[in-house]
C-alpha cells in the first residue's frame, strides 16, 4: 500500500508499506515528545539553567533573585536647639521654650537666643495686654495675657498675672450674658469680678445696669398689683429677681401677692 523508505536509524525497519509500521512511528514519536516535556518540566522544577526559581508558592524570576532591597536614607536627627528655632518660628511658644531649655540643659548654648526672644515678647504681651484691657477690649487682653503665660511661665508676676486673667475672663463672661440676654449668669459673674481690684470696677458698673432693669420690672409688677392682676405682678417681680437675685422691695412684695393671691381664691 505504502512504499517510504525510512532514513536513519530506524532504516532496519525497512521498507514502510503497511498500517502497522506507521502507527509503530507514530507511537515512537509521541514517546519522545513526552520524554522532552518531562525533562523540561523536571528542569523548571530544579531551578536548572536560567528557569525561575521557587519559593514557597511563589514563582521568582532569576533577574530579580539577586537584586537587594533599596537601601532607606538616613533620618535626618536635628539638635534641640534647632528644634525650638522651628518651634519659636511657628508660633508653638511652649515648645520652643521646652526644646530651649533641653538644649541648655545639655551644655548646647545657642539656645539662649530662643529663651531671650520669649521672654522680650512675653513682656511686650503683657504690656499689650494691660493696654487692651483699659480700653475696654477685653478679648484681646485675654488673649495677650494667654500668649504671655506660654511664652514665659516662670516670669515673676506669673501668679498675679494669672489672677489677672481669670478674673478678666469673669468679666468678658458677665458681659456676653448681658448682651446675649442671660441676665442671671451676668449677674452671677459680675458678682465673682467685682471681688477682684482690677475687673471691681466693670463688675459694678455692670452690676448696677442689672439692679436698674430689675427696678424697671418692679415698677411694672407694682402697677399690676395696685390694680389687682396678681398674676401678672407676681410674673414681673419674679422676673426682677432673675435680673437681680435679692432684689429687696421684689422679695418682699412677691411674698405679699403670693398671700394675697391665695386669699382671692379661697374667697372664690
Known sequence: MYNITWPGALDRLG?????????????????????CFLAALVSACTGAGTSPAVKGDATVPETFRSRKPPEKP?????SDAERAREHLKAGE???????????????????DSVIATLDKEADKERGQGARAFKSGDLKSSISHWERALEMNPGAPDTKKLKEDLAHTRELFSA????????????????S????????R????????KLRAMADEQYRKGLKHYIAERMDQAIAEWERALVIYPGHERSVRDLKDARRLQQKMETVR
Open 175 to 190: 458681659r456676653e450674658a448681658y448682651k446675649a440676654g442671660y441676665y442671671g449668669k451676668a449677674f452671677r459673674e459680675a
Open 15 to 35: 521498507p514502510i508499506d503497511t498500517p502497522m509500521h506507521m502507527s509503530a512511528i507514530r507511537r515512537s514519536i509521541r514517546g519522545w515528545v513526552a520524554l
Open 74 to 78: 538616613p533620618v535626618e536627627t536635628k
Open 201 to 208: 470696677g466693670g463688675a459694678l458698673e455692670l452690676i448696677k
Open 93 to 111: 511658644y511652649a515648645k520652643a521654650r521646652k526644646a530651649a531649655s533641653e538644649a541648655i540643659a545639655h551644655k548646647d548654648r545657642s539656645a
Open 192 to 199: 465673682k469680678a467685682q471681688d477682684y481690684e482690677l475687673t
